[in-house]
Structures are given as C-alpha cells and as structure tokens.
C-alpha cells in the first residue's frame, strides 16, 4: 500500500477515536441532564431547545467548510440515543402516588408498553387482562386512571362492563376510533372521561417526539396530571374533538393502510421475484417497498380492526378507487397532456408543502440508499 494512503488511514483513524470518545462525552453529559430533568419534573423532549441547538451547530458546520445537514444527521441521531439512554432514569410523577392505575388489557403490545412508563414514572399500576378479570372490582375501588387497552371490536362491551369508578377516577381509551369509545365512557363513568389515540406502535424506544391525539370528553381539568405526565415522557399532545378525529382518520389510517395492503397484494399475485425487484430499485422506490412490507410483518387482526372499525370510513375508499379509474381513464384519453394537466392541479393543492416535503424527503432516501443490499 502506498505510505501517503496508509498514513492518512491513521490519520482518520485517529480522528474517528475522536469522535467516539466525544460522543461519549456528549452522552455522560445527557445523562446527567436526564438526572435533572427528573427531578424537576422537566420533559424529556423540549423542541424549542433541540431547534435552537441544531440551528448553531448547522450554522457553525458551515463557517468551517462542512454542510449543515452533515452535523444535523449526526446531531439528531446523537439526540434519538440519548432519548432512549434518559428513560431509563426514570420521570417525575405527576399523579398521586397513593392511588394506583389500572391498566385493562395491560398485558397486550400497547397496554403493555404504557404500563412500563407510568411504572418508570413511579407509579403502582395494576394489569387486568382476560386472565385475571375477577380482580377488576376490587383493583379500581381507589384507581387514580383506569385506562382501556383492548382491540377494538371489544372496546364498548369492556366499556359497559366495567364495575362503578370512583367519582375523581379518570376513565380513558387507547383505541384508533372515537366517537364511539367516548360515547360509551361517558354512559358508564359520571368522572372525568378522556379519549386516547397514540399515533405510533407498540414498539417505539422512547416517547420522545411521539404524537398522541387527544379527544376530551368531560372534566378535562381533572385529567390535566395525565397529560402533564405524557408530556413529561416527550410526547406531543393534539387535541380535537372526537368527530375530526375520526375523519381525519379515515385519511390517516385507513384509506392508507388498505391501499398500502392492496398494494402488497397485488405484488403477491403478480409473483414478483422480491428480490430482484430489490436490486433493482432505487432508493425512493427501497423505501415505498419497506413502507409496504412492515405492514406484513405485524398483526394482521390490529389492521383489520383499523379498516373494518367504522363502515362509513369505506365511503372515501370508494371515493379513492373511482378516481384511480378516473385518472387511468384521462391517461387513456388525453395521454400526457392530461396527465400533466392534473399533476399541475394537485401541486397547486399542495402549494409550498410540496416543497417542503420534497427536502424532507431527501434524508430518508439518503438513509435507504445507505442500508441498501
């Protein structure tokens, strides 16, 4: 090897060590403000101070001759490991501590995971699942939170089981549909009713950034503690009310996953040879293929509750497949010209958010290109 190559080698060697040992730095040093912010009750996701960090760092980046965007990917994947490093320090608690929460259907994926952090938080949480059921009298005769977490198709019939709640107990639902979970916590619990939807899986690392949507139901001052306490793990909070919520989902969820679904099928019955359709894709491309195939690696039946929760949400797919036959119908007719036409249209719909998106999106494509095989 040429002696030139070999030592500059060393040099970046030595340069990589230390980077390491800073970014270990930099992790002691999260640490100990995770310690802190514990005891102060802080959130572990503050987005005014991850934005104002990241802007002076993209700015220093440049005036030394690197791109911003360079130490901000560094930056924001630094942040996400210290999110995760943080939890584990545990979160101020924000409700009584005498009382317990009661978490029914605490054993599946999502139950589960809300009741690893109200624990962390230092809470006393009871699990009720089908397997213990006879306890859920006498589990929440003194409950801070009783907090349903069942599949939807067995929401309402938990809902309207549920023995009589203390009078200051805040009932609340995990469910992906609304209207009708609230409904049925209204009729069955006089206290604060608070409906629940987080927008993530069961198998997010850490709160942080994660969005939960919130619909009130009644006595939102005395939930404000579970909220706080959401807030403190790093979540953002939307609140809307029950019937936007469940339009909007119709479009967010839905119509999504079954196209995403469709998709996948028909892929499956054109026989598609997967693996060399990955070879030869792009990175935008690896990316739709990854969006399509995660939905086949979890629970076929959370799908199916999600699509078959609410039949009117079916009127907008039908929507959706007719206009699909509308455009291959102006491709037929008009060719380009057409097409071009109604691209055009859309993109003035989109407006400025078109844009926007198309930087976004560069990132992520950069990040499938990378872990290409």
Known sequence: MDKRLQQLREEIDAADSELVNLLARRMDISRRIGEVKQELGQPLYVPEREAALIAARRSEAEQRGLTGDLIEDVLRRTMRESYQRQKHQGFRRTGDSERPIVVVGGKGQL??????????????????????LDALEKSV???ALVLISVPIEHTATVISELPELPDDCVLADLTSVKQAPLGSMLANHSGAVLGLHPMFGPNIPTFAKQTIL?????????AQWLLRQFEIWGARLHELPAERHDQAMSVIQVMRHLSTFVYGYHLAHEDIDLDELLSLSSPIYRLELMMVGRLFAQNPGLYADIILSDHDQHRMIRRYIQRFTNLLDVLEQEGREGFIREFNAVARWFGPHAG??????????QHADDVKR
């Open 214 to 222: 919130v619909t009130p139901g009644r006595d939102a001052v005395a």
């Open 356 to 365: 926007q998106f198309l930087q976004e999106s560069v990132g992520l494509l």
């Open 141 to 143: 005769e003194n409950a």
């Open 111 to 132: 139950g589960s995971l809300f009741v690893r952090w109200f624990e962390l938080s230092g809470y006393t949480v009871t699990v009720i699942d089908v397997d213990n």
